[in-house]
């Protein structure tokens, strides 16, 4: 049977087992949506296309599964970059389709023509311009293979309108043939002994684990590892959930604003096993002085990433769960040692802190979020404070339970991530902890969560501040508040204009009671809790300074 | 220390913007860049020549791998090589010098291929010494005009840049 372009697409979109997409229509993918019309795939309109793109982005990192985002050519394609771009920091597997103008108009500044493969080219793991129906089938296959296996990443298809209407025989090929694409999935033998017969040697490991772990699905191997060999682990931003921080081992998060028993943990190590991280400049600090007296075993999926920052002694290419089962096959119990006594230490000595000073601090908020869920919810982001906050005072114990912009640190990420979060996995309480700066950002996909009743619940540290960065001055340019004053719309009032609830809290004691009616009201809502203006997030380490020296806390 | 790069990719319309980009992005030097044709026609191969020490290099190799169309790397720098550049020079030329040059273009098996009223295009193929030292000897006659396609370079013997490389020859 002849299938039409964008017939072809929606079909080999559910050979794929898509379940939801996330777009916004115009010219170029009309025919694209005229299928989808006629389709029983879900598909969600959201409010602007940045939110379609963060909104599969969430999707993908809450179930595993790649998310899918489609826009029309021209500006609903550049509006899709910034989620793209914070897809591939994070290596998230995601799909996006563009409408482009028809093959004979391109490249002559058509209406609504831009070259968003030459836009996307270095944020994507690969994209494709599709200028022949017939070749469509085979490259959304590709596509699909190349966003989820080895690294993932975000691939774009680009489909001119004439495309989507052109017919063809449709057939969804089996497999891929891509000469040059082959991850390493399986880790050296040789290399992984080696590893193993310095973990043995060692006498002071840690293990500094980051997002390839909950990636690969390895956190059950990680576990494994830690209690072998009993090596405190430490975790990145993109590493949180891969470990329960209720553990005795765990540390925490390292870097810039980890806790200090995790980054003098690594000061101090002899052996540093990195597991699915990159070094990334915020976790290292001064590079001369991260881990200074530490070999490094370094096991990821990417080899482009070894050695590109630190020097490793022993470097492992392959899937960190495959690894990391031969590893452990490897491996003997180890005995407590003084180590293990200095760590407990440093942990009792320098747990995270902030002043009770009865006023409404948002660690507190957090800490509450934490209490009233048991630990059992999705905790999504934005950027700033509130993302360091959310990261340090909620104690993770699943992977997936933490979905924040890590590489690329985007603003506005968090509610529409949230929302594609919920739709993946709508059991789960999903709540997005956002500072009243970066939810204004794509605060328009509240319109989104409210159409579909897709409940999720955001929850605004509200400084008046674009606080990070007021924090940045405070310190650095001697209290000079330049143009970080913000300020808001009333929260609650704009809640209820979109047709969601909204809570505003005060006052400390009402924190947990707003909590729970968010939870029960099984809709979308705001809680806009006013917090103390000019909190900080502590400790913190200078940026290029030395991990271990860190201020406050 | 400079490296030449032999690389394979596939011959899919964007494949050069690809490796360019990257090299810009992340700021590798590269010295010059070649691209042709190979004896199977989905098949182009790069002839890169890069500066960097060997960290640079491992980088450069690993992230040119990562480019889903880049099939595959081989650095022939340290192997025993053939390589070669083409230029095409034009100088002036009036009658009373154009002996002179025809010395000159003997001297390193260079060819002229045109003949104008005042002028010569001289063409020569070489290595990159020997590129520099007829550029260098035709200067004082006057360059008008000269191109030069950046160097492209094979392996010698039984060692193969191709996709099957154990192939031998009967
Ligand atoms: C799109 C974007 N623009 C600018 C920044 C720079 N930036 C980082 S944190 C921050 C302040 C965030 O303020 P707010 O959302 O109110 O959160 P708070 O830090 O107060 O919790 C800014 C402007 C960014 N990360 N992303």
């Known amino acids: ?553 | 220390m400079r490296h030449i790069l032999a690389v394979l990719v596939e011959n899919n319309p964007g494949v050069l913007t690809r490796v360019a980009g990257l090299f810009s992005r992340r700021g590798y030097n590269i010295d010059s860049l070649t691209v042709g044709r190979t004896e199977n026609q989905n098949i182009s191969r790069m002839t890169i020549v890069v500066e960097g020490d060997d960290l640079v290099l491992e980088q450069v190799t690993k992230q040119l791998h990562k480019l889903i169309d880049v099939i595959k790397i081989n650095d022939i720098t340290s192997e025993q090589y053939v390589d070669r550049e083409l230029v095409l020079v034009k100088v002036g030329a009036d009658a009373a010098v154009r002996g002179e040059i025809m010395q000159i273009v003997d001297i390193f098996r260079a060819r002229i291929v045109d003949i104008g009223q005042r002028t010569l295009i001289i063409e020569c193929t070489g290595d990159e010494g020997k590129i520099n030292a007829v550029i260098e000897s035709l200067k004082s006659f006057g360059i008008k005009e000269l191109v030069r396609t950046g160097k492209i370079a094979m392996l010698r013997g039984q060692k193969f840049t191709s996709l099957n490389e154990t192939r031998e020859d009967d």
């Open chain 1, 1 to 553: 049977m002849n299938l039409s372009g964008a017939q072809i697409i929606v079909k080999s979109l559910q050979e794929e087992g898509v379940e939801a997409i996330f777009g916004y229509p115009g010219g170029q993918v009309l025919e694209i949506y005229d299928a989808l019309y006629h389709s029983s795939l879900k598909h969600y309109l959201v409010r602007h296309e940045q939110g379609a793109a963060h909104a599969a982005d969430g999707y993908a990192r809450a179930t595993g599964k790649p998310g899918v985002c489609l826009a029309t050519s021209g500006p609903g394609a550049t509006n899709l970059v910034t989620g793209i771009a914070t897809a591939y920091m994070d290596s998230v597997p995601m799909v996006a389709l563009t409408g482009q103008v028809p093959c004979n108009l391109l490249g002559k500044d058509s209406f609504q023509e831009a070259d968003i493969t030459g836009i996307t080219l270095p944020i994507t793991k690969h994209n494709y311009l599709v200028k022949d129906v017939k070749d469509l089938a085979k490259t959304i296959k590709e596509a699909f293979h190349i966003a989820t296996t080895g690294r993932p990443g975000p691939v774009l298809i680009d489909v001119p309108k004439d495309v989507s209407v052109k017919k063809t025989k449709f057939k969804y090929p089996d497999t891929t043939c891509l000469k040059g694409y082959k991850p390493t999935l399986e880790g050296n033998k040789g290399q992984i002994g080696v590893a193993a017969k310095m973990i043995a040697e060692s006498k002071r490991p840690v293990l500094y684990v980051g997002g390839g772990v909950v990636i690969s699905g390895a956190s059950g191997e990680l576990f494994k590892l830690a209690e072998l060999t009993l090596s405190p682990v430490t975790t990145t931003l993109m590493g949180i959930g891969a470990f329960p921080e209720t553990h005795p081992l765990s540390l925490g998060m390292l870097g810039m604003h980890g806790t200090k028993a995790a980054n003098y943990a690594v000061s101090e190590c002899d052996l540093l096993i990195a597991v699915g991280a990159r070094f990334d400049d915020r976790v290292t600090g001064k590079l001369d002085e991260f881990a200074p007296s530490a070999r490094i075993v370094h096991i990821d999926v990417d080899p482009a990433e070894i050695g590109k920052n630190v020097r490793v002694d022993v470097p492992i290419v392959g899937d960190v769960k495959n690894i990391l089962v031969e590893l452990n096959s490897k491996l003997e119990q180890h005995l407590s040692t003084n180590w293990q006594d200095k760590i407990s230490e440093w942990k009792a000595k320098h747990p995270l802190k902030y002043e009770k000073n009865g006023k409404l601090k948002p660690q507190f908020i957090v800490e509450q979020i934490y209490d009233v869920t048991k630990g059992k919810a999705t905790i999504v982001t934005e950027v700033g404070q509130n993302q360091m906050w959310a990261a340090q005072y909620y104690k993770y114990t699943k992977p997936r339970s933490f979905i924040s912009s890590g590489g690329l640190g985007t603003m506005g990420y968090g509610l529409p991530a949230a929302i594609g979060a919920k739709v993946g996995c709508p059991d789960s309480i999903v709540i997005d902890i956002a500072g009243d700066g970066s939810i204004q950002m794509n605060i328009q996909e509240l319109a989104t969560a409210v159409h579909y009743n897709i409940p999720v619940i955001v929850a605004i540290l509200n400084n008046n501040f674009l606080g990070m960065v007021r924090q940045w001055q405070e310190i650095f340019y001697d209290r000079r508040y330049s143009y970080t004053d913000i300020t808001g719309p009333d929260f609650v009032k704009l809640a209820e204009a979109y047709g969601a609830m909204g809570i505003r809290v005060n006052d400390p004691k009402e924190v947990k009671p707003a909590i729970k009616k968010a939870i029960e009201a099984k809709r979308p809502v705001i809680i806009d809790f006013v917090v103390e203006r000019e909190e900080n997030v502590f400790p913190m380490v200078p940026p290029g300074g030395a991990i271990h020296k860190m201020l406050g806390g």
